[in-house]
Structure formats: structure tokens, C-alpha cells
């Protein structure tokens, strides 16, 4: 059995033909991209390495780093998204850059050790078991690696901003696009990063002010967070 939510899927093969477009439903996955690709980059120094992206989708982040780093491969389980990356990708010109189908677990285990850099952005919050993810993510960096990940708090203010105010006041998103059950918190996924033997090097929240339209990192995870980490060398 495959650790993956088909409706989730489903909902991002629907809206992937909007993917590039910055002022779609994926205006917020533009929005944070220099942002998330800054933090990477400065804690993981991206050039000349290898990274691989999990759910990686349309590909807004696996291209950005490969114009950075070495080789980047982006996993997804959504066909379309994936089409539409290989696509961009081809268009845009960047070369050292492939994506495959294939199940975060399952290249844990045809390539375990292999990647200097591993993101896992705004995916583990639609997975039905999240800490085999995490997991499987450690599995695939080298020793002395880096892994990434980023999702959104459970709490009452997280509920607010990122299911009310983004799917019905604000409208950045469709309906349905989160369900705040499978919101992680910071504490759960230091958890399942410790389990998995990764050590937390740091974490970074991000805000959205409605009125400039522009989202910012902070010290503030209460609702949109990320968390980089390490595997000991
Ligand atoms: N990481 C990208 C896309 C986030 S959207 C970014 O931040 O820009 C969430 C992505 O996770 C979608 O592309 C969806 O297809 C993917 N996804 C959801 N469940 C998945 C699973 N079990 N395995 C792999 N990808 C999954």
C-alpha cells in the first residue's frame, strides 16, 4: 500500500494546468518560493549539490534550486503536476533537472544515502502517515545531509488564517485545499525528525500580510513553518 491520499492527489492533478501561473491558486507556492530557496541556500550552500525534492508538484522549488545546485531529481504522485514540470522545465531551458513517479518510500529504498539536500515542502500536511515520510526523507540524504520540510501548525490561529482566511475570506486558495487535522505541530515533526535520527538545526515561520499581499519568514511558526535539519555524518 502506497502512502498517499488519491483525493489529495487528485486535487492537484485538477488545478495543474495553472501551476506557473503566478496569480492562480499557486500564488502562494510563488509567493514563499525566494523566500524558502534563500533559507535553503544559505544554510545547505546549493551549488554544485545534489538535491532531491518531495512533492515536488509543477515544480516552482525543484527549478529554482537546480538553477543553484548540481542535480536536482523532484518526486511527486500526481501525474499531471509532474507533466507540467517536465514541461516548464524543457521551455525554461535547465538541463540537470528530472522527475519521477514514484513513492517517497519506495526511492528510500532503491536509493538510500544518495541526495546532499532533501525538501519535503507543503506535502506532508495532505499524506496520511507523515512520520514515514519524514523517514523515509532521512533514509534518503547522505550522511552529514540536509532535509527540509515545511507545513502548517495545529492550533486555533492556524485554523483562522490558513483555513478560514485563506479558503474563505481571502480566497488565495480553492475550498478544500487543507483540512486541519492532518496540520502538523512543531513539536510532532521534531518528533518523527528525531525518531527518523535526523537533529533539527533550526526553523523559521512564515507570515502573510493580507494587506501588502506579501509573505515574510519570521520567528513566528504559529501557522505556516519551516524546519531544516540534519543526518549526522
Ligand atoms: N512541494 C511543492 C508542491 C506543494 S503542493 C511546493 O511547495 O511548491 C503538494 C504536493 O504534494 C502536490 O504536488 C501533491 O501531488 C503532492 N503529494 C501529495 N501527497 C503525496 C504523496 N503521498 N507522495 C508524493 N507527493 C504527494
Known sequence: MTNA????????????????DPESEFRPLHQINPLRLE????????????????GCGGGILAE???RRAGQVTGIDLAAKPLGVARLHALEAGVANLDYREIATEALAAERPGTFDVVTCMEMLEHVPDPAAVVQACATLAK???WVFFSTLNRNPKSFLFAIIGAEYVLRLLPKGTHEYARFIRPSELARWAREAGLTLQGSRGMEYNPLTRRYSLSGNTSVNYLVACRKPA
Request: hydrophobic residues 55%.
Open 39 to 54: 533559507w535553503i541556500d544559505e544554510l545547505a550552500a546549493l551549488r554544485g549539490k545534489t538535491v532531491l525534492d518531495v
Open 64 to 66: 529554482a534550486m537546480a
Open 5 to 20: 491520499d488519491a483525493q489529495e492527489l487528485a486535487k492537484f492533478s485538477e488545478l495543474a494546468h495553472k501551476w506557473w
Open 143 to 145: 550522511p552529514g545531509g
